[in-house]
């Protein structure tokens, strides 16, 4: 079965730049979460879209944003990168119908900021 | 406001001993709740949810939980553990039927041979 695609999957990257953490879907999933998880550390939610719209924020910092494009898949665009932004970062995507949605997690995208 | 406690960083079993991983949880509303086991390197794999009905709900690879709505928790269990079943599992839980998961510190599980 297609699972969550993550791209890139490591990412190293100099104090003070950008980065863009691309996130598909698994076919048919209208919703995207991406969360974080730091060194030893459970996952934190940033930020979820549903039906390209945003639906939740979590303790995202101002100088992210993210985006769910028409054919679903999800950018999280990261910029003036510091140290404390190395980590995991997930992606999971579900199917917003009936209860319980599942969320399912990609491999995650290894930030290292250097 | 939902949060999640998982009280023991590492549990260690033998293989062929039960496995049990504890979980307790606080939510306003109907806990929905899951648990994730991550391997090295890897993302995090669904193992199993409790949204409603039998407390006993039976996982992937012969994992099943227990939801006790008085003790407001959520136990992984499995009868014989395996060496590959040595991983970090995470319990989660919301207090709706989609959105945000929270997440607890993780237990590291070590089954040895």
């Known amino acids: 079965a297609a699972g969550v695609i993550q791209s890139p999957r490591h990412l190293i990257k100099e104090k003070r730049e950008t980065a863009t953490l691309k996130c598909y879907p698994i076919?048919?999933?209208?919703?995207v979460y991406w969360y974080q998880q730091g060194p030893g550390q459970d996952p934190q939610f940033l930020i979820s879209?549903?039906?390209?719209?945003?639906?939740d924020k979590g303790s995202i910092p101002d100088r992210f944003s993210a985006q769910q494009f028409s054919d679903y898949h999800s950018e999280l665009n990261m910029s003036s990168l510091e140290l404390g932004d190395s980590a995991l970062y997930f992606c999971?995507?579900?199917?917003?119908?009936?209860?319980?949605?599942?969320?399912?997690f990609g491999p995650g995208t290894r930030l290292l900021v250097l | 406001a939902q949060s999640v406690a998982q009280p023991e960083d590492q549990v260690n079993v033998a293989e062929g001993n039960p496995l049990t991983v504890k979980c307790t949880y606080s939510?306003?509303?109907?806990?929905?709740l899951f648990w994730y086991v991550q391997y090295p390197n890897r993302g995090l794999q669904f193992l199993l949810k409790?949204?409603?009905?039998?407390?006993l709900v039976k996982g992937s690879y012969g994992f099943e939980a227990e939801f006790n709505k008085s003790q407001t928790s959520f136990h992984l269990k499995k009868p014989s553990a395996l060496v590959s079943d040595s991983a970090l599992y995470f319990c989660?839980?919301?207090?709706?039927?989609?959105?945000?998961?929270?997440f607890g510190a993780g237990t590291q599980v070590v089954v040895t041979p």
């Open positions: 999971a995507s579900s199917l917003k119908s009936g209860q319980g949605e599942t969320q399912y």
């Open positions: 076919p048919r999933h209208d919703t």
């Open positions: 879209f549903y039906e390209k719209m945003q639906s």
């Open positions: 939510v306003s509303g109907n806990p929905y």
């Open positions: 409790y949204i409603t009905g039998d407390n």
């Open positions: 989660a839980v919301r207090d709706d039927s989609w959105g945000k998961l929270q």
